[in-house]
Nanobody
Framework: QVQLVESGGGSVQAGGSLRLSCAAS????????MAWFRQAAGKEREGVAS????????SYSNSVKGRFTISLDSAKATVYLQMNSLKPEDTAVYTC???????????????????WGQGTQVTVS
């Protein structure tokens, strides 16, 4: 069974940076996609960024493009989300998700991802 554990959330002032990490275990599939989603209070979950484990084809939502960078360390089975120029509207619970070749609805669609972490809070003031 796939397990995803996020870390790196916290509180930061507007304009600051944070880096989130998501460590995957129980995952032996060689080709899959991992993504970060976020959900602000009272809003729907939003796909923020995704990346294939090959390291290719990163995708970003328009709301974070140019400010956030997703990357992957295959040796550590860890995906990162570097968040720069943070804004108060980036405040949300950020959750890591993984797909291993099942049904596919798009890189930033939550329906594509059967495996989810527990989430980590990011607060920008």
């Amino acid at each position: 069974q796939v397990q995803l554990v996020e870390s790196g959330g916290g509180s930061v002032q507007a304009g600051g940076s944070l880096r989130l990490s998501c460590a995957a275990s129980g995952y032996t599939y060689s080709r899959y996609c991992m993504a970060w989603f976020r959900q602000a209070a009272g809003k729907e979950r939003e796909g923020v960024a995704s990346i294939y484990t090959s390291g290719y084809n990163p995708s970003y939502s328009n709301s974070v493009k140019g400010r956030f960078t997703i990357s992957l360390d295959s040796a550590k089975a860890t995906v990162y989300l570097q968040m720069n120029s943070l804004k108060p509207e980036d405040t949300a619970v950020y959750t890591c998700a993984a797909n291993r070749g099942g049904n596919w609805y798009g890189a930033l669609s939550e329906q594509s991802y059967p495996f989810w972490g527990q989430g980590t809070q990011v607060t920008v003031s």
